[in-house]
């Protein structure tokens, strides 16, 4: 059974930090396409970030320059550093894998919220 678990969501006011992890129990992580998608209410689902096999990233235009994805293939952790955080940086924050280079993943975290507001 493949488990996503994301922590590190919660308030912070505009302009503030967070760092969002994610632990993979999955076989071969360092082969993973990881990625962090996010859900605003009202809104379709919409990729934020992802990271290759290979430390290759890939950003929203929207969050280039504030956001930073990261793995750690060691610990089967993926992370997401965001910065400058503006209140339409609110969602649920989603973890997300997909075997190598395949676009669409295969397995979903639970989701964490994040809420930028002050």
């Known amino acids: 059974q493949v488990q996503l678990v994301e922590s590190g969501g919660g308030l912070v006011q505009p302009g503030g930090s967070l760092r969002l992890s994610c632990a993979a129990s999955l076989n071969r992580f360092s082969a993973y396409t990881m990625g962090w998608y996010r859900q605003a209410p009202g809104n379709q689902r919409e990729k934020v970030a992802s990271?290759?096999?290979?430390?290759?990233?890939d950003y929203a235009d929207s969050v280039k320059g504030r956001f930073a994805i990261s793995r750690d293939n060691a610990k089967n952790t993926v992370y997401l550093q965001m910065n400058s955080l503006k209140p339409e940086d609110t969602a649920v924050y989603f973890c997300?894998?997909?075997?190598?280079?395949?676009?669409?993943?295969?397995?979903w975290g639970q989701g964490t919220q994040v809420t930028v507001s002050s």
């Open positions: 990271i290759r096999p290979g430390d290759i990233p």
């Open positions: 997300t894998a997909a075997w190598h280079f395949a676009v669409n993943p295969e397995y």
